[in-house]
């Protein structure tokens, strides 16, 4: 790359109607740019506005804020969650919550939060197959999204349907999350794939292992994520060798009394564990 100093100067480029007219044209996409940002914060007052309307107690005013918005801007992402989280919680209307919750993903097939609730309303409403059904479709439309995956592959896991999550849970961990990690080892191990049930929770534990390094997972936190790998991969580990205590087997129990040392609720729960069963 060379150093800015090494550039010709514009002026020796180009000449004068050519530099005006250059100028006319690198203008408009910040004016552009300009104008969208402050549409944006625009409608982020609106939003902080019924937020407010909202803690107050003001839960029709707040919806008409919010309905407001998305008749100017139907994409709103954040207008739209926050609309689906009222109806869901001040309303109790979980029809309304989950279509808003629907449209955001629309919008974003990333956002965790939608997924998360809408999984959970599909697993109250007994509605799994018709969330099967639309998360396949967003599947298809967001060209493989691997956040979408997962949640599909936790979709077919809540129906007992493991060879078809299966699919989805591999191309959902490929996103580096501890969860969809956790799941494909349990989905291999309900499948009666031992061995890829213990690979599986390697590639979970070096996921956590590399969360807690970076700070993206609390300590204390990430160490009982950790060990709760380290228990399903000792059953595993079991299941494997018929009961016998292999190599593998005392590597992972000595690595989860390691952790024990410096986190008291590990510690208590090892304690109490029958670890001669492994």
Same mark, same amino acid.
């Given at each position: 790359?060379?150093?800015?100093?090494?550039?010709?100067?514009?002026?020796?480029?180009?000449?004068?109607?050519?530099?005006? /007219? &250059?100028?006319?044209?690198?203008?408009?996409?910040?004016?552009? *740019?300009? &104008?969208?940002?402050?549409?944006?914060?625009?409608?982020?007052?609106?939003?902080?506005?019924?937020?407010?309307?909202?803690?107050?107690?003001?839960?029709?005013?707040?919806?008409?804020?919010?309905?407001?918005?998305?008749?100017?801007?139907?994409?709103?992402?954040?207008?739209?969650?926050?609309?689906?989280?009222?109806?869901?919680?001040?309303?109790? =209307? +979980?029809?309304?919550?989950?279509?808003?919750?629907?449209?955001?993903?629309?919008?974003?097939?990333?956002?965790?939060?939608?997924?998360?609730?809408?999984?959970?309303?599909?697993?109250?409403?007994?509605?799994?197959?018709?969330?099967?059904?639309?998360?396949?479709?967003?599947?298809?439309?967001? +060209?493989? @999204?691997?956040?979408?995956?997962?949640?599909?592959?936790?979709?077919?896991?809540?129906?007992?349907?493991?060879?078809?999550?299966?699919?989805?849970?591999?191309?959902?961990?490929? @996103?580096?999350?501890?969860?969809?990690?956790? =799941? *494909?080892?349990?989905?291999? #191990?309900?499948?009666?794939?031992?061995?890829?049930?213990?690979?599986?929770?390697?590639?979970?534990?070096?996921?956590?292992?590399?969360?807690?390094?970076?700070?993206?997972?609390?300590?204390?936190?990430?160490? /009982?994520?950790?060990?709760?790998?380290?228990?399903?991969?000792?059953? !595993?580990?079991? #299941?494997?060798?018929?009961?016998?205590?292999?190599?593998?087997?005392? !590597?992972?129990?000595?690595?989860?009394?390691?952790?024990?040392? #410096? +986190?008291?609720?590990?510690?208590?729960?090892?304690?109490?564990?029958?670890?001669?069963?492994?």
């Amino acid at each position: 790359e060379k150093d800015i100093s090494e550039r010709p100067s514009p002026l020796e480029q180009k000449k004068p109607s050519q530099i005006k /007219e &250059s100028h006319r044209e690198e203008t408009k996409p910040l004016k552009a *740019l300009t &104008s969208q940002q402050d549409k944006s914060n625009a409608w982020q007052q609106e939003i902080d506005k019924a937020v407010r309307l909202l803690d107050s107690g003001n839960v029709q005013e707040a919806i008409a804020t919010l309905e407001q918005i998305l008749a100017s801007d139907p994409q709103n992402e954040q207008a739209l969650l926050e609309l689906a989280m009222i109806y869901m919680i001040d309303i109790k =209307d +979980n029809s309304q919550g989950q279509s808003l919750f629907e449209r955001a993903l629309r919008v974003n097939p990333s956002n965790k939060v939608a997924l998360s609730e809408l999984l959970s309303l599909y697993d109250e409403t007994e509605q799994l197959e018709a969330g099967s059904q639309f998360l396949t479709s967003l599947y298809e439309e967001s +060209n493989h @999204n691997s956040t979408v995956a997962s949640a599909l592959g936790q979709i077919y896991m809540g129906q007992g349907r493991m060879q078809e999550a299966l699919p989805y849970l591999e191309e959902g961990a490929k @996103n580096g999350e501890v969860e969809t990690a956790v =799941d *494909l080892a349990d989905a291999y #191990s309900e499948a009666g794939m031992t061995d890829k049930a213990i690979e599986a929770h390697d590639r979970a534990i070096e996921t956590t292992k590399e969360k807690i390094a970076k700070g993206d997972l609390p300590g204390k936190q990430g160490e /009982e994520i950790l060990a709760s790998i380290y228990i399903d991969k000792l059953s !595993e580990l079991q #299941s494997q060798s018929g009961g016998a205590q292999s190599d593998r087997t005392r !590597e992972t129990l000595a690595e989860l009394k390691k952790l024990a040392e #410096s +986190n008291p609720s590990i510690k208590n729960f090892v304690e109490h564990m029958d670890v001669h069963q492994f």
